[in-house]
């Protein structure tokens, strides 16, 4: 972990432990993260929580850069943490640095 300006760079996985549309929770300083890594070979990280009823975004279903809350089938850009219309919000999101086959998230 280094620290720059109050941001903290966290390892949180390895490349190969994440699957294209499957996302995996990971837990970081107290935050609970949904981590996605997409045919693009990037990763992101939004916060595992759905602003609706709080379902956890990792255990839902994942269609490109969206996932759908399990319990009520919100869709969530995981690229900027929109919820997409007719419903409405958004999650925290947080940028992703993949060093070699460690990935990184920036925690402020």
Not at 43 to 54: S, Y
Not at 58 to 64: F, T
Request: hydrophobic content about 35%; overall charge negative; proline content about 4%.
């Amino acid at each position: 972990m280094s620290t720059v300006n109050s941001v903290r760079k966290v390892l949180v996985a390895t490349i190969q432990e994440l699957s294209v549309g499957i996302g995996k929770r990971v837990k970081v300083e107290g935050i609970e993260l949904a981590l996605f890594k997409q045919e693009d070979h990037t990763v992101h990280a939004v916060e595992n929580k759905c602003p609706h009823k709080g379902g956890p975004l990792s255990e839902g279903i994942v269609s490109g850069e969206h996932v759908f809350c399990p319990l009520h089938d919100w869709k969530v850009n995981v690229r900027d943490g929109q919820v997409q219309a007719p419903d409405q919000g958004c999650v925290n999101r947080y940028d992703v640095e993949i060093e070699g086959e460690q990935v990184y998230v920036f925690i402020e």
